[in-house]
């Protein structure tokens, strides 16, 4: 990218600088760390309960230079040896069909909230800016985890602050398991076949992150280089033949378009909301911030190789020069040892795809992307922008309308991408999806389906998840009403300011 700056206070976009590349430059000489496995403890009643804290500390990501950071604790981060408790959080893991409940502590002097992304569950429970926690207060929400296996992630999500609290740590994965799932056998040793990886970019000055710079065309920061799972240069030993990455793009602005460095082509079997119907082999994988994709790597023994992220579209103008995304990293070493524990064929089916089918749809609507707001409106907090019916199936058409980067995140659904610019979407867009790219210029067809349950009083938010056009109100409300009700009153605020 272009590396820009601002005139303080005075608004101005100056170029000063080139390309930010760290392909061939990275030494990978640290240990990949990987967030504690938090599986909660299950109450007599069958509801699996975990307890999540929010905290300020600092993290010494470079050896004595401690960054002032959050993070998110639960008893399995206090247990584990290496890992910090103050940047991320633990990776939480429940099962289709069971219940549970999380007692969020803040420990902040701030409010903040934990919203769980790609999840379904009633509005109240969702942890949007109607749900704040206040600066040592708690939070009890709860639901029953009723969708398929995926890799979902949770972060805060006060209003006009998300973006702050995401870049200060605050964000950890949320896996949802089940039994089709487990009957397919891949990899799913956690931390050893089965990796979650976290990818943030971010920027340092001295010992402090440095937030400040912000990139042509309002994208929002873009650092110059990568951590995965609040690990620099990192590496993992690698000890089966077939290993299992969870990408998760944890960055609050910029895009990446990975690949392996030696192009090897590698199996996408799962998209934000869980499996594909059948593996799909690329070489090339876009991801906007929010979204999520669980890969297969090959590796044969003692190779290494590197996964890497290109400028998006390959450096297309369009795409990647207004994103900010010229740029491209080596984000994580990947090193076999040299035996590796064979692996079988990645099987052809995975999954029977639960998608909503737009012949059901009743509904169309219209959402215009632009900076100052969705629709022409910035976000208010005591306006609700769509009413929807439990049950019902409506097809939106999302237009990116000004030359900024966007995507698109909808609460509580899991959509089906019907067409991109008029045509059927790429394979990498075919199964469950909360969150789109959306870049200059393109028209995006989804249908979704809102299974409820209905809350008059309470939105779901729909927005962009570039968080400082969030933060800036390119957020609106919608409500799940029984059929023929209506929109109830909700109450404004101020969010996170
Ligand atoms: Cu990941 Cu409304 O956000
Ligand atoms: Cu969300
Ligand atoms: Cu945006």
């Keep these: 990218a272009t590396v820009v700056s601002t005139v303080a206070g005075a608004g101005l976009w100056l170029y000063t600088g080139a390309d930010v590349s760290t392909v061939g430059k990275v030494d990978f000489r640290n240990e990949l760390l990987i967030p504690p496995l938090e599986e909660g403890e299950v109450q007599p009643d069958g509801t699996r309960v975990f307890r999540l804290g929010i905290r300020a500390g600092e993290t010494e990501f470079r050896p004595g230079q401690p960054t002032p950071t959050w993070g998110f604790t639960s008893p399995a981060t206090a247990a584990a040896d290496r890992w910090p408790g103050t940047y991320l959080g633990p990776t939480l893991r429940a099962e289709r069909g069971e219940k549970v409940r999380v007692e969020v502590a803040n420990r902040l002097d701030e409010p903040s909230t934990v919203h769980w992304h790609g999840m379904h569950l009633p509005a109240a429970m969702d942890g949007g800016p109607h749900q704040m926690v206040d600066a040592g207060g708690a939070w009890e929400p709860h639901w029953p985890v009723d969708q398929p296996a995926a890799t979902l992630w949770y972060h805060?999500?006060?209003?006009?602050?998300?973006?702050?609290h995401v870049q200060r740590g605050l964000a950890g994965m949320f896996l949802v398991d089940d039994a089709p799932a487990r009957q397919l056998g891949l990899p799913d040793e956690y931390g050893v076949n089965d990796l979650p990886v976290v990818v943030q970019d971010v920027r340092f000055n001295g010992a402090r992150f440095d937030h400040g710079h912000r990139f042509l065309r309002n994208t929002g920061f873009l650092g110059d280089e990568t951590m995965v799972n609040g690990t620099l240069a990192p590496y993992r030993e690698v000890?089966?033949?077939l290993v299992r990455l969870r990408l998760l793009n944890a960055s609050t602005a910029r895009v990446y378009d990975f690949g392996l460095a030696d192009d090897r082509a590698f199996d996408l079997v799962a998209t934000d909301g869980g499996l594909l119907g059948a593996p799909h082999r690329t070489d090339r994988l876009p991801l906007?911030?929010?979204?999520?994709?669980?890969?297969?790597?090959?590796m044969a023994p003692g190779e290494r190789t590197v996964l890497r992220?290109?400028?998006p579209g390959g450096g297309d103008f369009w795409q990647s020069r207004f994103s900010g995304?010229?740029?491209?990293?080596?984000?994580l070493e990947l090193r076999a040892a040299d035996t590796l524990r064979p692996a079988p064929d990645v099987p052809a089916r995975l999954a029977d795809v639960e998608l909503p089918d737009p012949a059901d749809a009743s509904r169309e609507r219209h959402f215009d992307l632009r900076m100052s707001g969705i629709n022409g409106a910035p976000m208010a907090m005591d306006r609700i922008d769509a009413t929807v019916e439990r049950g019902a199936t409506e097809v939106w058409t999302v237009r990116n309308r000004d030359g900024v980067t966007h995507n698109f995140h909808v609460h509580d659904v899991q959509f089906r991408v019907l067409a991109v610019?008029?045509?059927?979407?790429?394979?990498e867009l075919r199964g469950r999806k909360d969150t789109v790219y959306v870049p200059s210029g393109r028209e995006v067809k989804i249908a979704l389906r809102f299974d409820g349950p209905p809350d008059p009083d309470v939105p779901y938010m729909y927005h962009c998840h570039l968080l400082s056009h969030e933060d800036g109100g390119m957020m609106g409300q919608f409500v799940v009403v029984e059929p023929g009700g209506a929109a109830g009153r909700v109450p404004g605020g101020s969010g996170g300011h």
């Excluded at 805060?156 to 702050?164: D, K």
């Excluded at 995304?325 to 984000?331: E, L």
């Design 421 to 427: 610019d008029g045509e059927p979407p790429p394979p």
């Design 325 to 331: 995304g010229d740029d491209s990293f080596d984000v």
């Design 156 to 164: 805060p999500h006060p209003h006009g602050g998300t973006e702050r």
């Design 309 to 311: 992220s290109s400028p």
């Design 288 to 298: 906007s911030p929010g979204e999520r994709a669980e890969i297969l790597v090959r």
């Design 239 to 241: 000890r089966d033949e």
